[in-house]
């Protein structure tokens, strides 16, 4: 004969009543001076970590570097008119900016 088992303890309880306590345990032991902390070589190697284990499967690199590249290539173009090739905003930007700074210099050297 099985039964089923209810959840009990900390399971039964509903969410906010589990963070109430969690959060007096880590006070508590923060007070207490047991609370572990990371050290930035610690984080760091965490995060080395679950970086090598994303990067292991392939096929989800695979798809967020197709998603990155199909974004990245939709913010570079502009739509043009009938007739007319679509220009890089990129290019536009570097060039208005290029401007900017000759005509900065050439108001420095004229003063």
């Keep these: 004969m099985e039964t089923q088992s209810k959840p009990r303890g900390f ?6 009543k589990q963070k109430e306590i969690a959060r007096k ?4 032991a923060h007070a207490k001076g047991t609370a572990h902390e990371f050290s930035a070589e610690e984080a760091r190697a965490a995060g ?9 499967n392939r096929s989800h690199m695979a798809e967020i570097g197709r998603l990155g590249g199909k974004s990245s ?3 570079r173009r502009t739509v043009a008119p009938e007739g007319e090739a679509a220009v890089a905003t990129s290019r536009v930007k570097a060039d208005s900016s290029a401007d900017a700074r000759d005509s900065e210099d050439e108001t420095k050297t004229n003063a």
Excluded: C, I, L, T
């Design 11 to 16: 399971a039964a309880m509903d969410a906010s």
């Design 73 to 75: 290539a939709g913010r």
């Design 25 to 28: 345990g880590g006070q508590a």
């Design 48 to 56: 080395r970590k679950g970086g090598e284990r994303v990067s292991a």
